[in-house]
T-cell receptor, first 114, second 116 residues
Framework: AQSVTQLDSQVPVFEEAPVELRCNYS??????LFWYVQYPNQGLQLLLK??????LVKGINGFEAEFNKSQTSFHLRKPSVHISDTAEYFC????????????FGSGTRLQVQP | GAVVSQHPSRVICKSGTSVKIECRSL??????MFWYRQFPKQSLMLMAT?????????EQGVEKDKFLINHASLTLSTLTVTSAHPEDSSFYIC????????????FGSGTRLTVV
């Protein structure tokens, strides 16, 4: 079955520390990968996406992610977090190229502490 | 940028009544829209995919007669929760593929539905 797994439900981190949010996917077909951020009671904002090309993808707000096909992973990283990065982060994949619907992971709550 | 306007942002309704949620693409044509449901502290679960002018495709386990989706124009899709019950209380989010892109998704700001 095709799925997206976010291993950490919560990640507490101190301000200015680096952070990595993990995402793994399971798919027997080609996959396009996305990271979104969600603030309380709001929709989703795209951080970055991997469709093809360089496996290291740079996004907004200093985030980056690396597509690793052999490990079926797409971990999100930021070298130095801010209080304002506190939010819910979702990894998503498009594994149905016909319908193009996204499958979401369960989300990771990033809590940045002062 | 491409914006999807979703209304209302919050709605409280009585059990047994129906509620309509609208999603409008403001500056692009949305041939395909997706409707998601999100329970507290959980992920987004795809409910259905709607294409303009055709019937929506529902995910397994989603009641078609309860969650009516209409995508009558290239800029408007609606989700109607019929005969709402407290268990329908949730956060509903629409998403559209931005015209001219293949994997450019934009999301509405969501609707918090509370059924009392």
């Amino acid at each position: 079955a095709q799925s997206v797994t976010q291993l950490d439900s919560q990640v507490p981190v101190f301000e200015e520390a680096p952070v990595e949010l993990r995402c793994n996917y399971s798919s027997s077909v080609s996959v396009y990968l996305f990271w979104y951020v969600q603030y309380p009671n709001q929709g989703l904002q795209l951080l970055l996406k991997y469709l093809s090309g360089s496996t290291l993808v740079k996004g907004i707000n200093g985030f980056e992610a690396e597509f690793n096909k052999s490990q079926t992973s797409f971990h999100l990283r930021k070298p130095s977090v801010h209080i304002s990065d506190t939010a819910e982060y979702f990894c998503a994949a498009c594994m149905d190229m016909g319908r193009r619907a996204l499958t979401f992971g369960s989300g990771t709550r990033l809590q940045v502490q002062p | 940028g491409a914006v999807v306007s979703q209304h209302p942002s919050r709605v409280i309704c009585k059990s047994g009544t129906s509620v309509k949620i609208e999603c409008r693409s403001l500056d692009f044509q949305a041939t395909t829209m997706f409707w998601y449901r999100q329970f507290p502290k959980q992920s987004l679960m795809l409910m259905a995919t709607s294409n303009e002018g055709s019937k929506a495709t529902y995910e397994q386990g989603v009641e078609k007669d309860k969650f009516l989706i209409n995508h009558a124009s290239l800029t408007l899709s609606t989700l109607t929760v019929t005969s709402a019950h407290p268990e329908d209380s949730s956060f509903y989010i629409c998403s559209a593929i931005i015209s001219g892109t293949v994997y450019g998704y934009t999301f509405g700001s969501g609707t918090r539905l509370t059924v009392v």
